[in-house]
C-alpha cells in the first residue's frame, strides 16, 4: 500500500512540474518573440537603430537654437 502511495505521489508531482515548465514557457514565449523581432529588425535596418534625440524626443533638440 505504502509503494502505491507513494508512486502516486510521485506521478503527480512529474506531472505538475511538468506543467509548471509548461505555462512558464507559454508566458515567457512572446516576450522572446518580441526581443527577437527588435533585435533583426535594429540589424537589419539602412538607417541602423534610431535614437530618441536624432527624433526630437525628449533630450533632442527641435532645430531653433539660433532663434533663442
Known amino acids: 500500500m505504502t ?5 502516486a505521489v510521485r506521478t503527480w ?5 511538468v506543467l509548471g ?7 515567457l514565449l512572446p516576450s522572446l518573440g518580441l526581443l527577437v523581432q ?4 535594429a540589424l537589419t ?5 534610431s535614437r530618441a534625440a536624432d527624433s526630437g524626443g525628449p533630450g533632442g533638440t527641435d532645430g ?3 532663434t533663442r
Do not use: K, W
Open 45 to 49: 535596418s539602412p538607417d541602423g537603430p
Open 21 to 27: 515548465r509548461a505555462t512558464a514557457a507559454a508566458i
Open 13 to 17: 508531482s512529474t506531472i505538475m512540474i
Open 3 to 7: 509503494a502505491v502511495v507513494l508512486a
Open 64 to 66: 531653433q537654437e539660433g
Open 38 to 41: 527588435q533585435t533583426v529588425q
